[in-house]
């Protein structure tokens, strides 16, 4: 049985409506502002952790001793 000619427009146009919300949530959802935002966040959060901070301050410290000591000898 064939359908008439308004009801396929009608279907056509709730289909085209439906994929242009769906390409504007991809499209925020991958945008580049929102995932440098959410790399820096978790490189951040990574960081506060006090079993990764304080060694890097140590290897840090290390560093800079180790430096100035070949500066001056």
Do not use: C, H, N, W
Request: no cysteine; proline share 5%; glycine share 6%.
């Amino acid at each position: 049985m064939a359908r008439d000619p308004e009801t396929i427009e009608r279907e056509i146009e709730q289909a085209r409506t439906a994929l242009a919300a769906t390409l504007d949530q991809l499209g925020t959802k991958a945008s580049p502002q929102k995932l440098a935002t959410a790399a820096k966040d978790g490189v951040r959060a990574k960081l506060d952790d006090p079993k990764i901070k304080y060694p890097l301050i140590g290897a840090g410290v290390l560093v800079a001793v180790l430096l100035i000591r070949k500066l001056f000898r």
